[in-house]
């Protein structure tokens, strides 16, 4: 052997030696502390701690209130503009257990200690819950078409063609209310009582609740037997010490500049659905009094709101009309481990989606009356424009408007249902609502210039079916029914009720999303929908719809960017956008009527994170509720930047340069919300003027790692130009 041989084995021991010895570590720049800041270093055994959250929290406040930063990479931190009070302050990261909480109040230096894991499975206490719920063992593709319960059956429903359809169920229907890889789902709760085996415990806890129905619907649609038997052998592997087989890595790059504040609202005993803090088209614009509003859905009459100057919350009692309306209080009951038989939902008004208008009103998508007490003027033989081309029997959740300035609703009876809703861009202000559910008859609206200026709900609404133009005759024409046999020469209505909905802000369109079998149990695939109004809707809208491509399946939550880009989620693990403008063929012929038409503006990109044993690795085991694009960079990220709320990975996943990043919401433990929105409250402060607003979206928020007297909280994400600034 010569001398480079021996020169490479004494450079190869050098540097075996150089990594085994004590690190020499230059000593970091100290932090500028300011009146206002806490700051210091975070170090372990090894040294300083790069990339690990610092969390400060206080009671001194109105309301409990926290703020979390990261770590640079020498271990630095600085939480920014606190206010007066005495905190609780301590560090939490992957490889780490939470170590003792200091005390500390603004503008002094504090020195924090990490410690780390004892074992791997410790380590993985902190994971986010889709580490978790990816060990959950899904039906071979080989298992599908199900087979059923009967005698030699499988015990997969029939009407689940495809594993993608079992995924589908499992995180439309289940993901999307709770997360399924937090603590509390993945170790139960010893007060459900004791069980022979993991199936018992399981078929007790599906039946625990005021949700008791939707869980037994939620496992019926996977197969009742099959599913829990799967979700009990995956309780009992993790009982056993099983461990995810991935890892999650600390945040990186930008994602160390995050800085998220949060506030307590509402109670322990009600749950938000969404948030709004600003008028989606301009978040220069507030509601009247400056206040972020939540929607509490099935769980109180009570709306919550937070004035983020003064860290107050309160709340606002929504009425509803009808004294027969029926409230979530009389849904069966199933004894709870955390509640026992106490029924802690009331609410008549189910209050979905808020939004806040140019005016400063606050709108809601909300129940005021019984279903089945629909107005004449709504019904078949009826002479409301819409109602001779379209009749709606009732409609299960109507609008409402609510002044701050005055503190009064108005409640607003409406022929169709209602579930999200969104404004124009014509001077009418026009207020388009989605359906909800995959069976909805038509796409509703209402003028909201008109109604404010008459009250006249009748004369400020309509609605129209959804035309398919097979032929291509560019204008409305005769069509078949979509019960009634298609025929290629006429025009087609399709029954896909918008979930989502979303003005174009580019050609006077209107997009939506209609929910794949796994939400609702059907059989029709989701599609996005595009719906062009005309000058006369009812009678001159017409309707494209697209399915995604192979391989990705069932979108949920759209919404379009300042280039008329739609972007949306998919059960299959993807954020996706559709690029109409690069479809190649015309948009007519049979296709047009079945969405399988321009795969080509289709692009996916994989969410990160662990996939499922055995499931497709193009997709990923995260779910994303809903998606939000950063139009007008309140954000710091850049404009028309999309915005995925993936629960799964308890944080918000966006995508910047066409890469996914994740910020990661890490207390408390089990962060999971539905919607973003983005407001600026001072254009000219930089970072600290903007930022974006969300809530505590699961129906369980005592689910999280705080326990039974967890409140939902507010949440606003900032993005600073670097860890340490102030």
């Given amino acids: 052997m010569g001398k480079g041989w021996r020169a490479t084995l004494l450079a190869t021991g050098l ?46 406040l109105p309301t409990r209130f926290a703020k979390i930063v990261v770590t640079d990479d020498q271990g630095r931190y600085l939480i920014p503009d606190l206010p007066a009070a005495s905190y609780r302050v301590w560090a939490r990261g992957y490889g780490l257990v939470d170590g003792p909480r200091a005390e500390a109040r603004p503008g002094q230096s504090l020195a924090l200690t990490a410690t780390p894991a004892p074992t791997p499975a410790a380590a993985a206490e902190y994971y986010p819950g889709v580490y978790w719920y990816s060990m959950l063992r899904i039906p071979g593709a080989d298992q599908f078409p199900g087979t059923g319960d009967g005698r030699g059956g499988n015990g ?55 949700a008791m129905n939707q869980m037994a619907g939620s496992i019926a649609r996977l197969g009742p037997e099959r599913g829990v038997e799967l979700f009990a052998d995956w309780t009992d592997r993790v009982a056993r010490g099983e461990l995810p087989s991935d890892q999650p890595r600390r945040p990186e790059g930008f994602e160390r500049n995050m800085v998220v504040t949060l506030w307590d609202w509402a109670s322990p005993t009600h749950y938000q659905h969404d948030a709004v803090s600003a008028d989606k088209r301009d978040p220069t614009r507030h509601a009247a009094d400056g206040g972020v509003y939540g929607s509490p859905e099935e769980s109180t009459d009570l709306v919550p709101v937070l004035d983020p100057r003064t860290n107050r919350t309160w709340d606002v009692r929504h009425p509803y009309a009808h004294p027969e309306t029926p409230t979530s209080a009389e849904n069966p009951l199933g004894t709870s481990p955390f509640w026992g038989d106490e029924p802690i939902w009331d609410s008549r008004t189910s209050i979905h989606n808020p939004m806040i208008d140019h005016r400063g009103l606050v709108w809601f998508t909300a129940r005021i009356r019984p279903p089945g007490e629909q107005p004449a003027w709504c019904r078949d033989g009826a002479q409301h424009p819409s109602a001779r081309v379209a009749p709606i029997a009732q409609s299960g959740r109507q609008l409402s408007v609510y002044d701050p300035r005055t503190r009064q609703f108005d409640l607003i009876d ?89 003005p174009s802000p580019t050609d006077g369109s209107v997009w939506g999303q209609s929910m794949d079998a796994g939400f609702a149990g059907g ?204």
Avoid at 15 to 23: I, K, V, Y
Avoid at 489 to 495: D, G, N
Wanted: aromatic share 10%; net charge neutral; charged share 20%.
């Fill in 523 to 726: 059989t029709q695939p989701g599609y996005l929908i595009r719906f062009i109004p005309g000058a006369d809707p009812a009678n001159t809208g017409l309707t494209e719809i697209f399915r995604p491509p192979a391989g990705a399946y069932s979108p949920r939550g759209i919404d379009v960017d300042s280039r008329g880009v739609v972007w949306t989620t998919l059960a299959s693990g993807h954020m996706a956008s559709f690029d109409r403008s690069k479809c190649r063929a015309p948009l007519t012929g049979p296709n047009a009527a079945t969405g399988e038409q321009c795969y080509e503006g289709w692009t996916l990109y994989r969410f990160p994170g662990p996939q499922f044993d055995g499931v497709d690795p193009q997709g990923s085991a995260d779910h994303a509720y809903y998606i939000w694009v950063d139009r007008f960079n309140t954000l710091g990220l850049g404009n028309d930047v999309p915005i995925a709320s993936t629960n799964g990975s308890e944080s918000l996943t966006v995508l910047v340069n066409g890469r996914l990043h994740q910020l990661r919401i890490p207390y408390p433990l089990g962060f999971f919300t539905k919607n973003v929105d983005g407001r600026i409250d001072d254009p000219n402060a930089g970072w600290r003027g903007r930022g974006l607003w969300t809530t505590t979206g699961t129906r369980a928020p005592f689910h999280s790692e705080t326990g039974r007297g967890e409140q939902p909280r507010a949440f606003r994400i900032q993005m600073r130009p670097d860890p340490l600034a102030n």
């Fill in 156 to 210: 997969i429903p029939t009407n689940l063609r495809s594993q993608e359809g079992w995924i589908d169920v499992l995180k439309q229907s289940c993901q999307s209310c709770h997360a399924l890889g937090a603590r509390n789902i993945r170790h139960p709760s010893p007060a459900l009582g004791e069980f022979p085996n993991g199936y018992e415990l399981w078929m007790r806890r599906i039946q625990a609740g005021q």
């Fill in 414 to 502: 409406t022929c169709f249902s209602t579930h999200h809703l969104y404004f124009g861009y014509d001077d009418d202000h026009t207020l388009w609502t989605s359906w909800g559910g995959a069976a909805g008859s038509a796409i509703g609206w209402l003028n909201s210039r008109r109604y404010l200026e008459t009250r006249d709900a009748r004369a400020s609404q309509g609605w129209a079916p959804m035309i398919i133009d097979v032929p291509g005759w560019g204008r409305r024409g005769e069509y078949t029914e979509a019960n009634q046999p298609f025929d290629p020469a006429k025009q087609r209505r399709v029954i896909a009720g918008m979930y989502a909905v979303q």
């Fill in 15 to 60: 540097l075996a030696a150089a990594m085994t010895a004590a690190p020499v570590r230059a000593q970091a720049p100290a932090v500028r502390i300011g009146a206002t800041d806490i700051g210091g270093v975070v170090s372990g055994p090894r040294g300083p701690e790069a990339g690990v959250w610092v969390i400060a929290e206080t009671t001194d």
